[in-house]
C-alpha cells in the first residue's frame, strides 16, 4: 500500500453511530451466514445510518436505492439502452451489487412496485441468484455480496406492508428512539451543541413523543434533533431553530404549531 492511497484512506470519514443494543453484532452474523437482513423502525432512528457505519467496518462497498412508488425491478436490475447506432446493455444497481459483492441498501421497500419484491426473491433464499430474464441469463451472487433493506412499519401499517413470505425471508431487527442520554450523545457528537442545549432537544422530543393524542403521522425524530443541533451551533436563536426544525415539519395544523411550539418555548 502507498502513501497516496494511506493518504486517501485517511480522508474517508468513518460514519458515526452509537450503538442501543446487539445491532452491530447480529449484522456481522448477518453477513458472516450471507444473511439477508431486514431493519424496521420509524422514520429518523439512524437505520440509514447503520448501514453505513457497518458497510464502513466490515469494508465494504455500500450502494443505495431510496425506494418510492415507482421504483420497479427494471431500475434495479437494468436496461437497454441506445448508444450512437447500437443497443447496449446497462447492469442496474443490483446486478452491479450481484456481480461485484458489494452490500445494497433497499430503503423503505414496501414503497417500491411488486416486482422489485419478485425479482429478489431468488437473492433471499439459499439460491442466491439473480435471474435477468430480458438476457436470459442468471446471475450467482458474490460470496461478499449482501442484501439489506428498511422499512417503518408504523407508517406502512393499513398503507403498503410486507407480506409475511417477503418478511420471513430476512433477519430482521427493530430500530427505535435511542434512550435519552444515548440520543443527547448522539446530538452532540453530530452538531457540538453544548449539553445543556442537547438535553433540552431530548426533553422536546419525549415530550412530543408522547402526545400520543394529537395522532401525528410521525413524531419526532433523531434527524430532527440533530438538525435543530446545528441551527443552534451556528447561532439561530433556540426557540427558532426548534421551530422551524422540529415543530413544524411534523404538522401543518396551525393550532397544533402553537401549541408545540409554545411546549418548545417552556423547556428552552
Given at each position: 500500500?502507498?502513501?497516496?492511497?494511506?493518504?486517501?484512506?485517511?480522508?474517508?470519514?468513518?460514519p458515526y453511530y452509537k450503538s442501543t443494543g446487539k445491532e452491530i453484532e447480529v449484522f456481522k452474523h448477518a453477513y458472516q451466514n450471507q444473511l439477508p437482513i431486514l431493519i424496521?423502525?420509524?422514520?429518523?432512528?439512524?437505520?440509514?445510518?447503520?448501514?453505513?457505519?457497518?458497510?464502513?467496518?466490515?469494508?465494504?462497498?455500500?450502494?443505495?436505492?431510496?425506494?418510492?412508488?415507482?421504483?420497479?425491478?427494471?431500475?434495479?436490475?437494468?436496461?437497454?439502452?441506445?448508444?450512437?447506432?447500437?443497443?447496449?446493455?446497462?447492469?442496474?444497481?443490483?446486478?452491479?451489487?450481484?456481480?461485484?459483492?458489494?452490500?445494497?441498501?433497499?430503503?423503505?421497500?414496501?414503497?417500491?412496485?411488486?416486482?422489485?419484491?419478485?425479482?429478489?426473491?431468488?437473492?433471499?433464499?439459499?439460491?442466491?441468484?439473480?435471474?435477468?430474464?430480458?438476457?436470459?441469463?442468471?446471475?450467482?451472487?458474490?460470496?461478499?455480496?449482501?442484501l439489506v433493506a428498511s422499512f417503518n412499519p408504523s407508517y406502512q401499517r393499513g398503507f403498503k406492508e410486507l407480506k409475511p413470505s417477503t418478511r420471513q425471508r430476512f433477519i430482521?431487527?427493530?430500530?427505535?428512539?435511542?434512550?435519552?442520554?444515548?440520543?443527547?450523545?448522539?446530538?452532540?457528537?453530530?452538531?457540538?451543541?453544548?449539553?445543556?442545549?442537547?438535553?433540552?432537544?431530548?426533553?422536546?422530543?419525549?415530550?412530543?413523543?408522547?402526545?400520543?393524542?394529537?395522532?401525528?403521522?410521525?413524531?419526532?425524530?433523531?434527524?430532527?434533533?440533530?438538525?435543530?443541533?446545528?441551527?443552534?451551533?451556528?447561532?439561530?436563536?433556540?426557540?427558532?431553530?426548534?421551530?422551524?426544525?422540529?415543530?413544524?415539519?411534523?404538522?401543518?395544523?396551525?393550532?397544533?404549531?402553537?401549541?408545540?411550539?409554545?411546549?418548545?418555548?417552556?423547556?428552552?
Amino acid at each position: 500500500m502507498n502513501a497516496v492511497t494511506d493518504l486517501i484512506e485517511a480522508m474517508v470519514t468513518v460514519p458515526y453511530y452509537k450503538s442501543t443494543g446487539k445491532e452491530i453484532e447480529v449484522f456481522k452474523h448477518a453477513y458472516q451466514n450471507q444473511l439477508p437482513i431486514l431493519i424496521k423502525g420509524p422514520t429518523g432512528t439512524g437505520k440509514s445510518r447503520f448501514v453505513e457505519f457497518m458497510a464502513h467496518t466490515l469494508g465494504k462497498n455500500i450502494i443505495t436505492i431510496s425506494c418510492h412508488e415507482e421504483t420497479s425491478s427494471t431500475d434495479l436490475i437494468g436496461r437497454y439502452l441506445i448508444k450512437g447506432a447500437e443497443t447496449i446493455w446497462v447492469d442496474g444497481p443490483l446486478t452491479l451489487a450481484v456481480k461485484e459483492g458489494a452490500i445494497i441498501y433497499l430503503d423503505e421497500i414496501a414503497e417500491a412496485r411488486p416486482d422489485v419484491i419478485v425479482a429478489i426473491h431468488s437473492l433471499t433464499d439459499h439460491r442466491r441468484e439473480l435471474y435477468i430474464d430480458k438476457l436470459g441469463i442468471t446471475h450467482k451472487a458474490h460470496h461478499d455480496f449482501m442484501l439489506v433493506a428498511s422499512f417503518n412499519p408504523s407508517y406502512q401499517r393499513g398503507f403498503k406492508e410486507l407480506k409475511p413470505s417477503t418478511r420471513q425471508r430476512f433477519i430482521a431487527l427493530s430500530f427505535n428512539y435511542p434512550e435519552a442520554a444515548i440520543e443527547t450523545e448522539i446530538i452532540i457528537n453530530e452538531t457540538n451543541v453544548d449539553a445543556d442545549d442537547a438535553k433540552k432537544l431530548v426533553t422536546i422530543a419525549n415530550k412530543i413523543r408522547n402526545l400520543t393524542e394529537l395522532s401525528l403521522t410521525e413524531t419526532v425524530s433523531t434527524r430532527l434533533l440533530v438538525d435543530a443541533g446545528k441551527l443552534i451551533y451556528t447561532g439561530l436563536p433556540k426557540r427558532l431553530a426548534a421551530r422551524v426544525a422540529i415543530v413544524e415539519p411534523l404538522t401543518d395544523e396551525l393550532q397544533i404549531i402553537e401549541a408545540l411550539a409554545d411546549l418548545c418555548n417552556l423547556i428552552i
